[in-house]
């Protein structure tokens, strides 16, 4: 099999929030923080068994806003829209199973971020909501950010850094996978427990991790990079 890909992508941000925070939730408002990331995407497949290329020209489009922390709390809304100008590949959803796989459905909009974060404890983060959870290398949990319409959590996580060790703890009941809410493997339910804590050395960095998803898997080891 034979797969080349290339993109495009423009990021724009508006940063209008105030370090010390908003006194009211109109001036929380006021001075969000306001989020553009367009990105357009090619790529092409030759896999053995399949008479055709694929070949996928997408574009994505997010935008939203955090508003400034108001009570040491923000709000993160973002949405995400994805089309394409050449379909000549097999989404997962389009019925085009005669070209091989592009796992980058398009002609549909969503929620890709939705949460609440908090900083009000001491060198720590929480984040309530749908998020972007990314530990590591993303070897086992990231957000598959090569495709158009990445990977979230619907959960809690929790981060603590005031400490030569980071401690990064998340609950999860549902994930939404990069195949978007039109497939059937588009969002898998269940519980999802991920601990991770780290430390920086001389040399790279040190993880130990317990990551449980449900009761079929579960992921335990170290990791030194």
Sequence with gaps: MFRSSW???????CAASTASGAETLEQALRESDFMVDWR??????????????ADALTSRLRAGFQTAPYGKTSLQVE????????????????????FPVVADPTDFGAIN??????????ATTLTFGRQRIVLDDARFVGNV???????????????????PFKVDVSYASQVNRVFGPD??????EGDVVLANVSRAL???QLALFNYYVDTSLDLRGERAA
């Design 113 to 122: 971020r939705f949460a609440l974060i908090n900083k009000s404890l001491p």
């Design 79 to 98: 949405a995400v829209w994805l089309e394409d100008f050449v379909d000549d590949y097999n989404s997962t959803t389009n019925g085009q199973t005669e």
């Design 145 to 163: 950010g090569w495709r158009q319409h990445e990977q979230t959590f619907d959960g809690l996580r929790a981060q603590l850094t005031g400490s």
């Design 7 to 13: 993109c495009v992508t423009i990021l724009a941000a």
């Design 183 to 188: 497939s059937p493997m588009g969002k898998w």
């Design 202 to 204: 001389p040399v790279g």
């Design 40 to 53: 357009l995407r090619y790529e092409s497949v030759e896999q053995a068994g399949f008479a055709q290329t």
